[in-house]
């Protein structure tokens, strides 16, 4: 086998070699978003269900304190592909909703004892459970998919292929902790 | 029969045992020293020596047959005067069977570890503690394989455990420490992926597999992850497997609980102490994780 030969095979199996590379490496990086993507999905989905306990917890609390129905009602409706600070921002909207109707209920003894609406607080608390998973996973996700964008040499095929950092779903520090329903 | 009485009883039996442990060691120890004395002693009668070996043989079989006889009425004895009483003592609703175990099917039906082609299971403990119910046995499970190379290995020994979970159904999410070896793959023949949580230390202790991440995330809260390393820190090899309203719990620690030491002299409180601490372990169990029965919220 001349050296020519022998200099073309070792050159051609690099470049098989760093093309099988960089589609693994690209595969990985799609992975890792499309993990994003269905983490983000899970996101919604509980902040869907949650709106929805939570119209209709107002509407219980509606039938006990009709002067306070305008401002329990003020929250975000939730729609389809909503950027990651509307999401947030729905999130702390539904936090203070449920922080007011606690304070209406409080003064409102028959309202606590209602078969509803403590089955529907123990849904709230449900979906406030899957939400927190939800964002945990699509965070922890996150945090793997920008660890890969940055680091080296898989930033290269990153670049590439125009892979974006994703941000995290961040809630306010004062909404982290469980909504209390001590009655 | 008071209790002076049985353990006067159990310490004959335990004597009895170690009589035929040592005839039986004895014996084997002769079947090769006398024989090999013959070759040098009387080279000439080499048909003697096969006939002194099977002679040997003889009481060497009789002690193996009386010490499996006496072993197990000294376990059904020993666990009917100290474990039972220990046991309905610490817990609620006892029902308490040295013999029998889990089936087979329902130990891989829990997804811990590997099933082999050789099962034994013995002490199945069902009750309840502070609400919460649970079932308990001790679980052998190896892999023989026969033929020129023969060899067992062991894939579980230890024990396993059932807590009514009612407050967080998920599907299927199994955690493994990291030196459990033999474990359970694809339970109840669902693929299952292996899932990444946030804590870099939990997972380079642990492998926690699941069919749905998110379902790993839900169950496995921040706090349920420090409660977890806790269990495994004060039990060295442990799995855990969320599935449905069920938590099972496998210990592999290579020791059966509610056994008798024959080895050494029956003593009334140490007896006691030593069947309290393996009930003990399923207390500790409850407590660590926080397990609470189904009546109560989970806030």
């Not at chain 2, 694809?186 to 991440?213: G, I, Y």
């Not at chain 2, 992850?225 to 592999?252: D, P, Q, S, W």
Request: aromatic share 10%; net charge neutral.
């Amino acid at each position: 086998m001349s050296p020519i030969t022998i200099t073309l095979i070792v050159v051609l199996a690099i470049v098989f070699l760093l093309l099988g590379w960089g589609v693994a490496c690209s595969n990985g990086i799609k992975r890792l978003d499309l993990k994003c993507k269905e983490a983000l999905a899970d996101i919604d989905v509980a902040l869907m269900k949650r709106h929805d306990s939570l119209t209709k917890l107002v509407d219980v609390v509606k039938g006990y304190q009709k002067h306070e129905i305008e401002t329990l009602t003020q929250i975000t409706a939730m729609r389809a592909g909503m950027a990651m600070n509307e999401r947030v921002n729905v999130t702390k909207q539904m936090n203070d909703l449920m922080g007011r109707i606690n304070l209406v209920a409080e003064n409102y003894p028959e309202l606590r004892s209602n078969a509803n609406f403590r089955q529907l607080q123990t849904a709230i608390m449900d979906t406030e459970e899957h939400l927190q998973a939800a964002r945990r996973l699509y965070n922890s996700n996150v945090n793997q998919y920008n660890q890969k964008l940055v680091v080296f040499p898989d930033s290269i095929i990153a670049g590439m292929i125009g892979a974006q950092q994703k941000s995290f779903f961040e809630v306010p520090e004062a909404n982290k902790q469980d909504v209390k329903m001590d009655f | 029969m008071g209790i002076y009485e049985t353990i006067q009883q159990l310490e004959s039996m335990r004597k009895k045992l170690l009589i035929t442990n040592y005839v039986m060691i004895g014996s084997f120890a002769c079947m090769f020293i006398i024989p090999l004395f013959l070759v040098v002693i009387a080279p000439g009668t080499p048909g003697a020596q096969p006939i002194l070996m099977l002679v040997l043989m003889v009481p060497m079989i009789i002690s193996v047959r009386r010490q499996t006889d006496i072993k197990g009425k000294y376990k059904e004895l020993y666990k009917s005067t100290f474990v039972r009483q220990v046991l309905q003592d610490i817990f609620d609703n006892v029902y308490y069977d040295g013999k029998t175990g889990f089936p087979s099917q329902l130990v891989k039906d829990m997804s811990l570890c590997r099933m082999g082609n050789r099962f034994a299971t013995e002490d199945y403990l069902s009750g309840s503690y502070k609400g919460v119910r649970f079932e308990q046995a001790d679980v052998r499970v190896q892999y023989h394989t026969s033929g020129k190379n023969s060899h067992t290995t062991t894939y579980f020994e230890g024990r396993m455990f059932i807590f009514d979970y009612p407050y967080k159904k998920v599907f299927s999410v199994q955690v493994f420490s990291e030196n459990f070896q033999y474990r359970c793959k694809n339970p109840l023949e669902f693929k299952t992926n292996k899932v990444h949580m946030e804590s870099e230390v939990f997972n380079r202790e642990f492998d926690v597999m699941a069919v749905q991440d998110v379902d790993a995330f839900y169950v496995l809260t921040p706090q349920m992850l420090e409660k977890i390393t806790l269990i495994r820190n004060r039990y060295g090899n442990v799995a855990l497997h969320f599935n449905g309203n069920k938590l099972f719990v496998g210990i592999n620690c290579g020791m059966n609980a509610f056994d008798g030491n024959p080895k050494r002299p029956i003593d009334y409180n140490t007896e006691r102490r030593q069947a309290y601490e393996d009930g003990r372990v399923i207390m500790d169990i409850i407590e660590a994780l926080e397990i609470r029965p189904a009546e109560e919220p989970d806030w």
